[in-house]
């Protein structure tokens, strides 16, 4: 069973950095693209930034140059470095990965940016 879950959400100020976290377990890790995506309320789920196995990295436009994605395979960690954060970067913050055709999600963690 393919099991994502997510840490490292919170409260921060605007201006402030968050470092999100997410382990995968069930699975080969090094062989799956990761993504992070956020959900806000009352808008859709939208992509943040993935990562291919080969470390290949795509952002949003949103947050491209705030915002870094990078994985360590021996941990079977995803992360995401958020800098500059703003008051509309607030979300539920979720991992995901595909295997075997299925796509898998960790429950989320919250990120509340706010002064």
């Known amino acids: 069973q393919v099991q994502l879950v997510e840490s490292g959400g919170g409260l921060v100020q605007p201006g402030g950095s968050l470092r999100l976290s997410c382990v995968v377990s069930?699975?080969?890790?090094?062989?799956?693209?990761m993504g992070w995506y956020r959900q806000a309320p009352g808008k859709q789920r939208e992509l943040v930034a993935s990562?291919?196995?080969?470390?290949?990295?795509n952002y949003a436009d949103s947050v491209k140059g705030r915002f870094t994605i990078s994985r360590d395979n021996a941990k079977s960690t995803v992360y995401l470095r958020m800098n500059s954060l703003k008051p509309e970067d607030t979300a539920v913050y979720y991992c995901?990965?595909?295997?075997?055709?299925?796509?898998?999600w960790g429950k989320g963690t919250l990120v509340t940016v706010s002064s």
């Open positions: 995901n990965t595909g295997v075997n055709n299925m796509a898998y």
């Open positions: 069930g699975t080969i890790f090094s062989l799956y693209a």
């Open positions: 990562i291919t196995s080969e470390r290949r990295t």
